[in-house]
């Protein structure tokens, strides 16, 4: 359950960058991540839209943008020093809505961006690359017999991956000679290495030069079988599974994202956007209650009723379950089906507010399969009506209700 919302911030030389944010759709994100794309591919390229995606249904919200001069950003086509400075200019701007990034995620030429930017961004504590070279030089060789046109001439029309661009000498300038040794050795962060053994374009060779150039903590992992560009889902999905994993202790586990949980007993909701959304939070665990699609909801979890049914059915089994346990009566499986029988659209808020008295009748049915008799088979069932939310809902319920200012 994510969302995302566009992202523009100001960049080297005031470019304008054009960004997403992705974003858990409920609740705080356990952590802030940048993710920097591959040569000449763009926020938008498969690997960078499913890895931030999947990152961000892990809880972890992700600003993914396009370098200058591509996508929906302004201006030349940028060199590797450009892209380290607007990697600083995308943390300024994620710093100044109160969120510090944490996670720096570069693909191909971004991982040896995000390598290089990562000092100079004091929140950052932890950097993954995947595919990244050794040495930018390496980017250079895709401008093969332009390259020296461009530094003669000023500029040349260079296809790369089938699309044309406009290089100028300012790009080879800016990325020439940028060796990952040294950023490496003065990295200062947890650094995770993703390569492919099998990579077709940055040979598995620079992840060895990357590794043993780093410090300690670092890591290695091989993205086996798959591409450079991660054309496959299943392999962007592994990626963004072992760099959430590898991140833990660089973001907030799962049970910190609500704070000031309710004491045993009490359950707290609270509205978690959208038209109805709700949040629900126990003492140990949290989840969205929803409405569907077809009365305007996102359909994003259970609905109220959906609850209600849940309450009594859960209840309605398990204590089968203990008395059977109780009585050693071999009981191997429960099923409680049940269903509200009033249409969910005739519940108006005319009739709440009227007060009008209606009939309301909840239909339930239970299977139990083992190795039992008849009379302990309809004993279970008679006691399946002494669950206590069934006593609730049929007794004398009061509801008291207190108003918070």
Known sequence: MITTEPF????????????RLEKPRYGRPRGIAIFAH????????????????????????????????????????SGFATHVADLEAAAAALVELGHSPTLLIGHSLGGAAV??????????KAVAAIGAPSDTDHVLHHLGDKLEQVEVEGEAMVKIAGRDFCVKKEFVEETRGQLQAEALANLGKALLILHSPTDELVSVDHARANFEAAKHPKSFVSLDHADHLLTRDSDGHYAADVIAAWAGPFIAPMEELVEDRPHAGVVRVSTAGGKFAQHVVTVSHDFIADEPKSYGG???????????????????????QMYAERKGIRLDHVRVELEHSRDHAEDSMSDV????????VIDKAIDLTGDFTQAQHDRMIEIAEKCPVHRTLLGELHIHSTVVR
């Open 38 to 77: 591959c040569f000449t591919c763009g926020k938008d390229s498969r690997a960078a839209t499913f890895i931030t995606r999947a990152l961000a249904a892990k809880g972890v919200m992700v600003l993914r943008f396009d370098f200058a001069g591509l996508g929906g950003s302004s201006g030349d086509l």
């Open 8 to 19: 523009r911030f100001e960049g080297k030389g005031g470019t304008m960058l054009d960004g």
């Open 353 to 360: 507010d009227e007060g009008t008295d209606r009939i309301e």
């Open 298 to 320: 996102n359909d994003d979890g259970p609905t109220p009723y959906d609850l209600l049914l849940g309450a009594l059915g859960t209840c309605t089994a398990m204590t089968i």
């Open 115 to 124: 390598i290089a930017a990562a000092p100079r961004i004091d929140s950052v």
